[in-house]
């Protein structure tokens, strides 16, 4: 098994910025996609962003290009969410989660059913 931890959210003036990190431990692999998931009050889980194992391949909802920014650090089990410009509609409850073992370097999944390990999520508000 595979636990993800989150931390970083908070309450935030609009157009102001917050970092989301996520910490994986237990049987963790270095080869698996990581991502961030939100959802808000009333409505679906929807991906944000993804990042292949690699790093080299990422993915973004149309909505937050060019504000959000992924990453990861393998050494550190680890993948981060940069939120800059933060809008109101961008409140949710923020979700990591991680695939299993995935044999492409470059294979970033947008679908939630890709992902196996989802962590306990952190609030992100954005305040007009």
């Known amino acids: 098994q595979v636990q993800l931890v989150e931390s970083g959210g908070g309450l935030v003036q609009a157009g102001g910025s917050l970092r989301l990190s996520c910490t994986a431990s237990?049987?963790?692999?270095?080869?698996?996609?990581m991502a961030w998931f939100r959802q808000a009050p009333g409505k679906e889980r929807e991906i944000v962003a993804a990042?292949?194992?690699?790093?080299?391949?990422?993915y973004y909802a149309t909505s937050v290009q060019g504000r959000f920014t992924i990453s990861r650090d393998n050494s550190k089990n680890a993948v981060y969410l940069q939120m800059s410009s933060l809008k109101p509609d961008d409140t949710a409850v923020y979700y990591c989660?991680?695939?299993?073992?995935?044999?492409?370097?470059?294979?970033?999944?947008?679908?939630?059913?890709?992902?196996?390990?989802w962590g306990q999520g952190t609030q992100v508000t954005a305040a007009s």
């Open positions: 989660a991680a695939t299993e073992r995935l044999q492409l370097s470059y294979q970033v999944p947008y679908r939630s059913d890709a992902y196996a390990y």
């Open positions: 237990g049987r963790t692999s270095g080869s698996s996609a």
């Open positions: 990042i292949s194992w690699s790093g080299l391949s990422t």
